[in-house]
């Protein structure tokens, strides 16, 4: 214990830098969910800074921490025997062969628990955003009030969105892990809208880039109705805007290792309610695609 709290000491004195690199790979799990607010930066416009310091609300449990270290440890041997089979725990021949691979289905509660919501209410928005089953448990049903009255701060110039992330993959001992999606061409997904435009994000986390967190959006336009839709969506026809950076190299989209995690946003600045359902989500392999870019490419200072 005495070790334990001077690592949180020299942490906090360290700075937010030190509490990310220090506190989360050794801890983890056994902190409390209080300790993501060491993390958040963020505070709203015109807020109060908090008087009691992070670390205060942490809650400490031996039980807990033996609890979840046995946790950990079998994750960590299956983990490591799924790598020695193969691929994502597959054999090799197998993983080369495959065809398709379903990423996301909705039937529990516990799917659920690998995506979450936010909405512009973070920056001091109305939008409304909820998640629940859909009937009979067969779909996820993200619905809500889009909202795009902006927030009287001084600061804050648009608002109206909402959104739902799943969640990034995480290992043994809060390892991040990646998805592999090189095998595939095409996201492929079961929806059912109500006639509103939504984009598909797809968040990227590279190992050697300076520009990090990039984005890759594409609009998908529901049709409304009762019926069900199924939706391929060629990577080719994402396109890269990384917070506000001009497409610079009009280069493809590349899912590989790199790959971070998927997301829906709606922002069409219309108020009122909104509702999607999601039946699952997926990866396909079309062997009659054979774009590799959906959009025009220019030359930059072409030669006269």
Known sequence: ????????????????????????PLLGTLLSDSVSKLY???????????????????????????????????????????????????????????????????????????????????????????????????????????????PRDGETKYSGYCSMRAKPPVGSFARKKYYDWSNFNSLYLRVRGDGRPWMVNIYTDPYFSHQKDDLYNYFMFTRGGPYWEEIKIPFSKFFLSSRGRVQDDQHPIWLDKANSTLGFTIGDKVDGPFQLEIDFIGLLNDRAHTEEFAYEMYEKNPQV
């Open 40 to 150: 958040s930066s963020y505070r709203r416009p015109g807020s109060q800074p908090e008087k009691k310091t992070s670390w205060q609300n942490i809650d400490f449990s031996f039980k807990k921490g033996i609890d979840v270290l046995k946790t950990q440890l079998s994750m960590l041997k299956k983990e490591t025997k799924d790598y020695l089979t193969g691929p994502g725990g597959h054999p090799f021949n197998r993983h080369l062969l495959e065809q398709t691979r379903v990423l996301w289905e909705f039937r529990s509660q516990e799917d659920l628990n690998k995506w979450v919501i936010s909405s512009d209410v973070e920056i001091g928005g109305k939008s409304e955003v909820y998640l629940k089953l859909g009937r009979n448990n067969q779909a996820a049903l993200l619905y809500g009030t889009l909202n795009t009255e902006v």
């Open 1 to 24: 214990m005495a070790l334990t709290i001077t690592l949180l000491n020299s942490a906090y004195l360290g700075g937010r830098c030190c509490r990310h690199k220090v506190l989360h």
